[in-house]
């Protein structure tokens, strides 16, 4: 069985930091892409950031020069930093690790946390 324990979310100002920490556990192994999806209240959810097993990684548009993602793969472990929040970043936050065989591929998903910027 694998867990992916978030944690780090909360309520902030507008202009503020939250680093997001998403730690997999269990048995898992050949992880490939792991990454952040965020929902907020009436919208899809959406890829923040994702970064592959190599180091390389892939911001969207609205985060980029904001938000930094980083993976420690010692601990099975990926990190947000979110810098100069906006309310526009008010969601839940949700943490994904994908990897696996070709035949036999995983999709994780976390609990979710909420992050709250105010203004």
């Known amino acids: 069985q694998v867990q992916l324990v978030e944690s780090g979310g909360g309520l902030v100002q507008a202009g503020g930091s939250l680093r997001l920490s998403c730690a997999a556990s269990?048995?898992?192994?050949?992880?490939?892409?792991m990454g952040w999806y965020r929902q907020a209240p009436g919208k899809q959810r959406e890829l923040v950031a994702a970064i592959a097993s190599g180091g390389s990684t892939n911001y969207a548009d609205s985060v980029k020069g904001r938000f930094t993602i980083e993976r420690d793969n010692a601990k099975n472990t990926v990190y947000l930093q979110m810098n100069s929040l906006k309310p526009e970043d008010t969601a839940v936050y949700y943490c994904?690790?994908?990897?696996?065989?070709?035949?036999?591929?995983?999709?994780?998903w976390g609990q979710g946390t909420q992050v709250t910027v105010s203004s």
């Open positions: 269990g048995s898992i192994f050949r992880i490939n892409a």
């Open positions: 994904n690790v994908r990897g696996g065989r070709a035949v036999a591929p995983y999709d994780y």
